[in-house]
C-alpha cells in the first residue's frame, strides 16, 4: 500500500538556523499539506499546497515557513530562522484532489530546536 | 468556525469488552468529520469518515461511528476491543469548502489483558 513517506524522523538544530523538512507524498496524489504537533497540543494545520501554489494557510504559517515541490516527488517544508517554540512533530499529508478526498498522513518529522 | 472537543483524554478497557471514545463538534455548516488512529511511531491513519451520506459510518478494524446532528456528536465505537486497538485517537472535522482538518487533543486508549 502507497504510503507517505518523511525524512528525517528527527532533527536537532540551534535557535535561529533554517531547517528543512522532507516529505514524499502519495505518487498519484495532488493536494499536499503540512500540519505540526507541539508536545501536549493539537495536532495543527500549517499549509496546504496544490498546483505549486499555496491554496490555504494558517496564521501559524508566516514568513518563516515556506513550502516547496522542487521536484516530482519531493515536498519541503522550510523554516528560516528556528526559535524554540518551533520545537514540535511534524506532520506531511497529501490527498488525491477534492474536498471530500482524504488526507493520508506520514509519520512525522521530530524537531527539537535548542 | 469549526472545533472538535473529545471528552475523554484517557479511555482503558479490557481485552473484549466494548470501547466508546467520545466526541463532540461544532460547526456553522454540515461539516466532514473524521476518525484518525496513531499508533506508536507511525502516521495518522484514517479509521472513517462521515461526509453526510450515511449517519452510521463503518470504518477499519470493527470502528464504526454515529454522527448526531442533534447532539453534536460523533462517537467512535467498536463492540469487542483488542490489544492492538491501544493508540491515540483524533476525532477531524473539516468545514465545506475547506482543506484544512482540526483536529480534536486526542484520546488515549488503553486495552487490558
Known amino acids: 500500500e502507497p504510503e507517505v513517506t518523511q525524512t528525517p524522523s528527527h532533527q536537532v538544530t540551534q535557535m535561529g538556523q533554517e531547517v528543512i523538512l522532507r516529505c514524499v507524498p502519495i505518487s498519484n496524489h495532488l493536494y499536499f499539506y503540512w500540519y505540526r504537533q507541539i508536545l501536549g497540543q493539537k495536532v495543527e494545520f500549517l499549509v496546504s499546497f496544490y498546483n505549486n501554489e499555496i491554496s490555504e494557510k494558517s496564521e501559524i504559517f508566516d514568513d518563516q515557513f515556506s513550502v516547496e515541490r522542487p521536484d516530482g516527488s519531493n515536498f519541503t517544508l522550510k523554516i528560516r530562522s528556528t526559535k524554540l517554540e518551533d520545537s514540535a512533530m511534524y506532520f506531511c499529508a497529501s490527498s488525491v484532489a477534492g474536498a471530500q478526498e482524504t488526507q493520508y498522513f506520514g509519520p512525522g518529522t521530530r524537531l527539537l530546536v535548542l | 468556525a469549526q472545533s472538535v472537543t473529545q471528552l475523554d483524554s484517557h479511555v482503558s478497557v479490557s481485552e473484549g469488552t466494548p470501547v466508546l471514545l467520545r466526541c463532540n463538534y461544532s460547526?456553522?455548516?454540515?461539516?466532514?468529520l473524521f476518525w484518525y488512529v496513531q499508533h506508536p511511531n507511525k502516521g495518522l491513519q484514517l479509521l472513517l469518515k462521515y461526509t453526510s451520506a450515511a449517519t452510521l459510518v463503518k470504518g477499519i478494524n470493527g470502528f464504526e461511528a454515529e454522527f448526531k446532528k442533534s447532539e453534536t456528536s460523533f462517537h467512535l465505537t467498536k463492540p469487542s476491543a483488542h490489544m492492538s486497538d491501544a493508540a491515540e485517537y483524533f476525532c477531524?472535522?473539516?468545514?465545506?469548502?475547506?482543506?484544512?482538518?482540526?483536529f480534536g487533543s486526542g484520546t488515549r486508549l488503553q486495552v487490558q489483558p
Open positions: 460547526s456553522s455548516y454540515s461539516p466532514s
Open positions: 477531524v472535522v473539516r468545514g465545506p469548502g475547506r482543506r484544512a482538518l482540526t
